[in-house]
T-cell receptor
Framework: DSGVTQTPKHLITATGQRVTLRCSPRSGDLSVYWYQQSLDQGLQFLIQYYNGEERAKGNILERFSAQQFPDLHSELNLSSLELGDSALYFC???????????FGPGTRLLVL | GDSVTQMEGPVTLSEEAFLTINCTYTATGYPSLFWYVQYPGEGLQLLLKATKADDKGSNKGFEATYRKETTSFHLEKGSVQVSDSAVYFCALRRRSNYQLIWGAGTKLIIKP
C-alpha cells in the first residue's frame, strides 16, 4: 500500500458527460501528479501540483482540468468526454525533495 | 529532448531463468533513474532507483546499475518467479523540473 488513495475505483459514463476523479496524497506529501494510461498511448503525464499551485503541465487536454485543495487532496475534472478518454487515471504523490513518486491504485474510466 | 527506450515485450521466460530488461536513456545533465512495476490490475510501485552514475539500485532480488558511459539502466534478476509476471517501466527524472519521463513498459510473463 503506497498510502495514496484514489476514488472511485471504476467509473462508467457516457460521451459528453463530465466526471471528477479524486486523489489523496500520502501524509506529508506536497506534490500531486496526474497520469493517464491507455493501451495506445502508454503512460502520459498530465499535470503536477505542488502545495496548491500548478507546477508542471504535460499532455493535458483543454477539456481536462485539475486543482489541489488546502488539505492537499487533488481532483481531476474531465469534461465533454469522448470514447478515447477511456483509460486508467493514476495519481501519484511525492515529498518535499520530489525525488520519488508513489502511485495510487488508479481510477478506471470507461466512456460509452 | 529527454527520452527513455525499453526493450519491447512481451518477454516470456521459464521460472528460475535469468532476466534482463534493457533500458537506455537520453538526457541532458544527470537524471535520476527508476524502475517501476505494475502487477495486473494494480497501480505502479517503485521497484528500485539510482540517483548518480555507478549507483546500483536493488530490491526483491532485482538490480540495476546506472551506467553513464552507455546511458543505460538495465534491470536484472538472477532467478525469476511466476509472481514476477508484470509490466516493468523504466523512467528518468529530470533534475531541472522533477518530471518523470517514462519508457513504454515491458510486459514480463513467467511460465511455471
Amino acid at each position: 500500500d503506497s498510502g495514496v488513495t484514489q476514488t472511485p475505483k471504476h467509473l462508467i459514463t457516457a460521451t459528453g458527460q463530465r466526471v471528477t476523479l479524486r486523489c489523496s496524497p500520502r501524509s506529508g506529501d506536497l506534490s500531486v501528479y496526474w497520469y493517464q494510461q491507455s493501451l495506445d498511448q502508454g503512460l502520459q503525464f498530465l499535470i503536477q501540483y505542488y502545495n496548491g499551485e500548478e507546477r508542471a503541465k504535460g499532455n493535458i487536454l483543454e477539456r481536462f482540468s485539475a486543482q489541489q485543495f488546502p488539505d492537499l487532496h487533488s481532483e481531476l475534472n474531465l469534461s465533454s468526454l469522448e470514447l478515447g478518454d477511456s483509460a486508467l487515471y493514476f495519481c501519484a504523490s511525492s515529498g518535499v525533495a520530489e525525488e520519488t513518486q508513489y502511485f495510487g491504485p488508479g481510477t478506471r474510466l470507461l466512456v460509452l | 529532448g529527454d527520452s527513455v527506450t525499453q526493450m519491447e515485450g512481451p518477454v516470456t521466460l521459464s521460472e528460475e531463468a535469468f532476466l534482463t530488461i534493457n533500458c537506455t536513456y537520453t538526457a541532458t545533465g544527470y537524471p535520476s533513474l527508476f524502475w517501476y512495476v505494475q502487477y495486473p490490475g494494480e497501480g505502479l510501485q517503485l521497484l528500485l532507483k539510482a540517483t548518480k552514475a555507478d549507483d546500483k539500485g536493488s530490491n526483491k532480488g532485482f538490480e540495476a546499475t546506472y551506467r553513464k558511459e552507455t546511458t543505460s539502466f538495465h534491470l536484472e534478476k538472477g532467478s525469476v518467479q511466476v509472481s514476477d509476471s508484470a509490466v516493468y517501466f523504466c523512467a528518468l527524472r529530470r533534475r531541472s523540473n522533477y518530471q518523470l519521463i517514462w519508457g513504454a513498459g515491458t510486459k514480463l510473463i513467467i511460465k511455471p
